[in-house]
Structure formats: structure tokens, C-alpha cells
């Protein structure tokens, strides 16, 4: 004979000691709701907690609804990431760089390559081919775990019901519980004339019908420079308009590396200014009037094939009814939550209409499994949202995880942070002398490439030299980064970098033979080197 307890219960068995246990057996309820949990946003964290709910034996639904773009753009199941962010993006990213490789690199490697050139309508098919098999495998992942799906757009019309619309009929369900996951849109700015009429976003350029030309991307964000970089690559004449400063948030000094290194290939770069009207010309191109970014004054103009938003993001909550069942929503449309609990005890959320969390894939996912494992199964794990690595896919990528140097400055004062620098050509492009993008060279002595590579630790004197902050510009950062994510999670200092044998001839090899400091006043810039390493 036995007792069940669901959470942190005890275990009592006849005959035996009684111990602590999380969770005997998987959710059952018995409700008068339709529903256990109802999820709406068919994105990473609301299909994550979904699945991973369902499989602890939750009756669950889940609702997606894709709202066109402004240019009428749309897509499948899966939400931002794997339609019009990270995996449409990562493919581009790659398009470009084999551009480069072919560019640069092949020849003088010894491969003759013939005359070629780029087909956009070719890469489009590539990118949405693959985008829609993942939908495809999306919905057969809902299938088989048994959750419930339904394409409608839904809101609330009752602290525990659902009201949405299926085929012209109005219906409506309940639940107990509900998650609110509907990520973020695209911010374009209403103040400026003809942008939403004219100017893209990221939610248009992964399936632009057309190759795009010459384009502005508009803004310093990281999704800004991704796609201002890999238009770049693949032969596009490509401005960025900065209102201030690239990659706000990041740490400054590899942030201003990743432009330099965009500019070297070819982006050029508008500071300080940002559209004030944009105008459709009888030909069909777009005529952007510019104007100061700080004192409003008319600045220069130019003339774009395409103009691409990329200023920031909305939560996408607006609409669902969230104030009807009391639910607190910030001005910027976000929640602010405690263990990704809302200010309603039923209703969670996950994903980018957190405030204040990494607005990231894997965070949305992680965060969306460990609510559903809290929810369903008794277990107490909360997600840490800090030390979360990411990474930047500019043409050299730029990764990171932990602080940047200004904040761990701001945190823990000048005194108590020492930062170690190397800065180097990668062993392939220094073999290859790669070189500036021709209209970049001013003279024969300045055709090449400067150093591309950039490693950086961030530590703290007061505790051995802790590593806080883990930065890296160049090839494959993104790799790189999520193998050293886990050192710097477990404290790892700088001393167990330097016990660290390298891999020979590796970029990431720079990590373990790190001795310049800012402080030192040394050049931290190599040359002659094998990439990383040490040759002898």
C-alpha cells in the first residue's frame, strides 16, 4: 500500500524508510476543462513546453496563426527561428561564405574556377525548401506527442477559455492552464513616411520573390548586420544605417571589430543618421531621405532597390485579450515574470515577450521544457538565464557568453578586472592573403585583409582570475563558443585555460596561450603565426 504525492512529496512504502521524492508518476487531473494546458504561439518555447508536457501525460493544445507582414509575407508552423530567423539566416550566412571561399580562397588553393555568378531565385528555393520540411516535421512532432493542433488565431474570453475562429465558425475551449508564447515582430516605424508602405523586414527578405539589389539595412542590431553581411558576400551593394552604434549591448570593442571587419569586405556604414521618407520612384526603386539622428536636420539621400528594417522588435501580444483576464502587459507589449509565471496564477509565458530575458531560441526551448517539467511532473528546476552564450553570424561571426568588459567594469570596478587579448589572422586567410574589398584599397600596401580574429577573456583578479566573460570574433565562433559555454558555467578560470593542451593549428587554440593584458599597454595583435598558435 502505498501513498502519491505530486511535487516535493514524501514517499511512503509499507515496510520500507520514507525518502523524499519529486514525482512518482506522470500529470493526471481530473478537470472539468477541456483542456490541461493551452498553448498559444506555435513557436520554439510554446511547441518545447507543449511536447514535453504532453509527454508527462497533460491534455494539451496548442495554437498558431501567422499574421501577414507588411509586404503580405507568411509561413508555417515553427514560429521566427526556423522561418525567418535563425535557420533561414544560418543558410544565407553559409551562402555568402562560400562566395568568399571561391572568391578568395580557391585559387589559390590551386582549384581553377570558372567564371560564376550568383543566383538569388536559386538560393530562395534552397532556404524554403528546407524551411518547409521542418514545418512539415513540426507538425508530425505535435502529432505524435499527441498535442492538438489548431491553425486559428486565438484570445482570451474568459480567465479560462479560448475564443477563436475555424473556418469562418467563432468557437471556443478551456483550459487550466495557458501559455503565452507568441515571440516578436518586426518593428517599423510609423513616423517615418512610406516605410510601411515600401521597406521590408526580416519577416521578407528569406523569401524576397526578387533578387534585392542594392539595399539599406536600417538599424545596428544583430539581425541588421547578419543580413547586411551576408548580402554583402553574395554581391549586393549593401549600406547599414546606424543611429549610434553597432551591436548596442554587446561588448564594444569586439562589436566595433565585427563593423571594421564588414567594412573591409565591402558594407559600407551611415552613422548617426537615420530614414525620414522613403518614396517610390516611377521605376520602381525607393528614394530615402536621410536625416541627423540627434538634431532631426535633412542629411544626404540615395537611391535603393531595397530597404530592409531591422530597428528592434515587438512582442507579438497585442490582440489575445491579455488585460480581460487581468494579466499585467508592459507598454512595449512584454510580460514581466517570476519563474515565467505571470501575475495570474494559471497563465505562464515563455519565449520573446519575457522582459529582460535573452530573446533566443534555445532559451525559449529550455525555459518552455523546465515549465512543463515543473507543471506536469512535480519537478522543481528553474531556468538561469544567465551566462547564456550567443552568437553574432556576421561574415566573421562573433560569439560570446558572459559579460562584456564594460559591464564587468560597471559591476565589479576597473581594479578588479583584468582582460586578456589576442588578435590574429586565421592560418587559411593568411595563406590565402586575403584582401579588402576593391573599393576599399587605397594602395597596394593596404590590399590586405586586417587581422580577422579576436579573442578575449574577461576576468575577475579578486577570484583567481574567474573567467566572466568569454568573447570571440572570427570563423565558426558560434562552434567555438557553445564548447567554452560550459567551462565558463563551471567557473573556470584563467589558469585552467593555460593547463589546457591546444588542438594545432586552430583559431580557438589562441585561448590557451592568452598573456597580453589591456593593462600591460602591449600590442595584443600577432603576425606571423600559425592562425591561433604556436608554431615554435
Known amino acids: 500500500k502505498r501513498q502519491e504525492y505530486m511535487g516535493n512529496s514524501v514517499l511512503k512504502v509499507r515496510g520500507h524508510c520514507s525518502f523524499p521524492q519529486t ?67 544560418k543558410l544565407m550566412h553559409y551562402a555568402g561564405l562560400i562566395g568568399n571561399t571561391l572568391h578568395q580562397d ?26 518547409k520540411s521542418l514545418n512539415f ?67 521578407d527578405i528569406f523569401s524576397w520573390q526578387k533578387p534585392p539589389g542594392k539595399t539599406l539595412c536600417v ?48 558594407t559600407n556604414f551611415l552613422y548617426g543618421v537615420v530614414p525620414s521618407q522613403i518614396t517610390k520612384q516611377d521605376d520602381g526603386r525607393l528614394l530615402v531621405e ?13 537611391v535603393y532597390d531595397t530597404v530592409m528594417f531591422a530597428t528592434g522588435r515587438n512582442a507579438h501580444t497585442q490582440s489575445i485579450n491579455l488585460p480581460l483576464v487581468g494579466v499585467n502587459v508592459l507598454p512595449n507589449g512584454k510580460l514581466n515574470c517570476v519563474n515565467e509565471q505571470t501575475n495570474i496564477d494559471h497563465i505562464y509565458a515563455v519565449g520573446d515577450v ?87 584599397i587605397t594602395s597596394e600596401l593596404d590590399a590586405d585583409l586586417s587581422p580577422p580574429c579576436l579573442s578575449k577573456l574577461v576576468c575577475l583578479k579578486s577570484r583567481d582570475l574567474q573567467v566572466v566573460g568569454f568573447h570571440f570574433v572570427g570563423p565558426n565562433a558560434g562552434e567555438i563558443t557553445q564548447g567554452f559555454a560550459l567551462a565558463i558555467r563551471l567557473g573556470a578560470t584563467k589558469a585552467h585555460f593555460d593547463e589546457v593542451v591546444g588542438i594545432h593549428p586552430t583559431d580557438v587554440e589562441s585561448f590557451t596561450a592568452m598573456e597580453i593584458t589591456r593593462r600591460s599597454g602591449e600590442s595584443w595583435v600577432a603576425s606571423g603565426l600559425c592562425g591561433g598558435g604556436k608554431c615554435g
Open 23 to 89: 514525482t512518482f508518476r506522470h500529470f493526471s487531473m481530473a478537470s472539468s476543462f477541456d483542456y490541461d494546458l493551452a498553448v498559444i504561439g506555435g513557436g520554439s518555447g510554446g511547441m518545447a513546453c507543449a511536447k514535453r508536457a504532453a509527454k508527462h501525460g497533460a491534455k494539451v493544445v496548442l495554437f498558431d496563426f501567422v499574421q501577414p507582414s507588411t509586404q503580405g509575407t507568411t509561413w508555417g508552423l515553427g514560429g521566427t527561428c526556423v522561418n525567418v530567423g535563425c535557420v533561414p539566416k
Open 106 to 131: 580557391a585559387e589559390k588553393f590551386g582549384w581553377k574556377v570558372p567564371e560564376f555568378t550568383h543566383n538569388w531565385e536559386k538560393l530562395r528555393e534552397t532556404v524554403q525548401n528546407h524551411v
Open 137 to 203: 516535421a513540426y507538425k508530425n512532432g505535435l502529432r505524435s506527442n499527441k498535442v492538438t493542433y489548431i491553425n486559428a488565431f486565438a484570445r482570451f474570453s474568459g480567465p479560462n477559455e479560448i475564443q477563436y475562429e475555424l473556418k469562418k465558425e467563432l468557437k471556443t475551449l478551456t483550459a487550466a492552464k495557458f501559455l503565452i508564447a507568441p515571440g516578436g515582430r518586426p518593428a517599423i516605424p510609423d513616423d517615418v513616411p512610406g516605410a510601411r508602405e515600401f521597406a521590408i523586414t526580416s519577416d
Open 219 to 266: 538599424g545596428g542590431s544583430y539581425i541588421a548586420l547578419e543580413c547586411a553581411g551576408f548580402l554583402t558576400e553574395l554581391g549586393f551593394d549593401t549600406t547599414v544605417a546606424v543611429r549610434s552604434i553597432v551591436l548596442r549591448g554587446f561588448d564594444r570593442q569586439c562589436s566595433e571589430k565585427v563593423a571594421a571587419m564588414m567594412h573591409e569586405l565591402g
Open 290 to 302: 536621410f536625416k541627423s539622428a540627434t538634431t532631426g536636420e535633412p542629411a544626404n539621400s540615395d
Open 354 to 440: 519575457l522582459e529582460g530575458k535573452p530573446e533566443l531560441t534555445p532559451v525559449a526551448i529550455q525555459a518552455g521544457e523546465l515549465l512543463a517539467d515543473r507543471l506536469f511532473a512535480g519537478k522543481t528546476k528553474l531556468m538561469d538565464y544567465e551566462l547564456v552564450p550567443t552568437t553574432v553570424f556576421t561574415p566573421f561571426e562573433y560569439g560570446c557568453v558572459g559579460l562584456s568588459e564594460e559591464t564587468a567594469i560597471q559591476r565589479f570596478g576597473e581594479d578588479d578586472v583584468e582582460t586578456f587579448l589576442f588578435e590574429f589572422c586565421s592560418l587559411e586567410a593568411a595563406a590565402a592573403h586575403r584582401t579588402k574589398h576593391p573599393s576599399r
